[in-house]
């Protein structure tokens, strides 16, 4: 890991940024951590609430079994250790949506410990983030405030739904690392299904930690482990959104460095970020965690997991997002970084292996991602969306390399299916369109002897500057209406002008 990457340079010197995260995610599951009540999105207020959840004398938690093995799978796609032994807290503060007055969570003994994944910034460069603990917890409910000017109500449909909290090392350094960190482990959460990553629903979310040092402190944090090298921070609460996670970083840090240069100093507290304004302001003071007076839940054993459990679950896990990327570059040819395009959405890399499936993976990944991709981004659609089956590219791709077609007589029959002649198979297209390509010597000949003749002046030129080669390509390609095999085309000028 570098030490001094992605200095900011500020008016007294330059600066280090340091960002670690810990991400809420929900865990995929019919009911709640704690009791049967459901756990699904979008049910009308208060529907979706049992006696447990809303705190009633008496009530008692009984443990999620599922959301348990929820979070070992978890662990295991985040290459972590997994606890056969661990325990539930209470953590305890008050607010209107927390009927209990306390959290249930996992404070000194989580589930999950150590892990670490790879995250790809681009062709050239990849980090690794560590992880430093997942553990389990309830979520609170929810206040709203904006249905009365002067009343505030509360909906206890999310109160006790079970949340993985995933809390990473200190280990990024910028807003882009940041960014693509949350993007990684949302793409892994949703390849091994613990959680749907909707972050428009709430179900996943990040509290963004951003502290900035003067350079080369970060180096001494790592040779010491003391994070007072690392300077006081800021935690930015439940960012919703990959592009916002970049924002708070980039306005956090450039926030801290103007008031650390102006004399002042960070107080360590919780803000908000405001996506209108794109700045953070503050909501209160970070508290610490003496603050929530953690204490053993007394209505729940500690958590036991046998090693075969867990080796049951590593069984079964799904091909991973890095190991499919591996395996696309292996069987596919592909790039390194080509292939982290493809696998960072489970249902985009399915359809590319259905596209590439016995033919040219280099073309197919090329159709995809440019021409597909391109096509889906302008018109904000998903994959799973997509008018053009990835068996209908497929059939594309064959007519390409079978020479049918030429690949830009492809782009001309990839439009048409996606409007007059959207539904049909591309063969159909081609024939009833007259757009074969033009492979007959002879026509190709013919073609070229009357462009030749026609042009003495460019037939001297191409001489002695056998570039100009490509004039005469264009203007074959032009006498049979874009037909001609642009290869065959090379071939036989190449023959007749004397320059083989």
Known sequence: MAETRNLLRGETGDWEV????????????????????????????????????????????????????QA?????????????????????????????GYQISQYEFPIVGEGTIEVELDAERTIEVGIERLHLEQDAGKSIHDLA?????????????????????????SAEEASAYFSKLRTILRYLGTCDGN????SMRADVNVSVCRAGNYA????????????????????????????VVDYEARRQ?????????????????????????TMRSKEDAHDYRYFPDPDLLPLTITQEAVDNIRAELPELPDAKKHRFVGVYGLSAYDASVLVMDKDKADYFERVAGGRDGKLASSWVTTELFGLLNKTNTNILESPVTADQLGALIDLIQDQTISGKIAKQVFELMLTED?????????????????TDTGALEAAA??????????VAKVKDKPKALGWFVGQVMKETGGKANPQAVNAILKQKLGLE
């Open 199 to 202: 972050m428009d629903q709430g």
């Open 72 to 100: 070992v799978r978890t662990g295991l796609g985040l290459n972590a250790k997994i606890n056969l032994w661990s325990r539930f807290d209470r953590k305890n503060y008050f607010y209107p949506d927390l009927p209990q």
């Open 257 to 281: 460095i103007q008031v650390l240069e102006a004399g002042g100093s960070i107080d360590q507290e919780t803000r908000l970020f405001d996506v209108k304004s794109g700045e953070t302001r």
């Open 149 to 173: 000017p002067r009343e505030s109500y509360v909906d206890l449909n999310r109160s006790g739904v079970a949340l993985m909290e995933i809390v990473s090392k200190p280990h990024m350094r």
């Open 220 to 247: 001494k944090f790592l040779e010491s482990g003391d994070f007072s090298h690392l300077g006081t921070r800021t935690e930015t609460k439940n960012v919703n959104s990959i592009r916002f996670v970049r924002q």
């Open 449 to 458: 002897d009357k462009i030749i003749a026609e042009n003495p002046e460019q």
């Open 422 to 438: 959207a539904g049909k198979d591309p063969k159909d297209i081609v024939e009833a369109r007259g757009l074969k390509q033009v």
């Open 18 to 69: 340091v960002i670690g995260m810990e991400v809420h995610a929900q865990v995929t599951s019919n009911s709640k951590l704690f009791s049967g009540a459901p756990a699904t999105y979008g049910a009308g207020p208060n529907e979706n609430v049992s006696l447990v959840d809303a705190a009633m004398p008496g009530m008692l938690p009984v443990i999620n079994a599922y959301c348990v093995e």
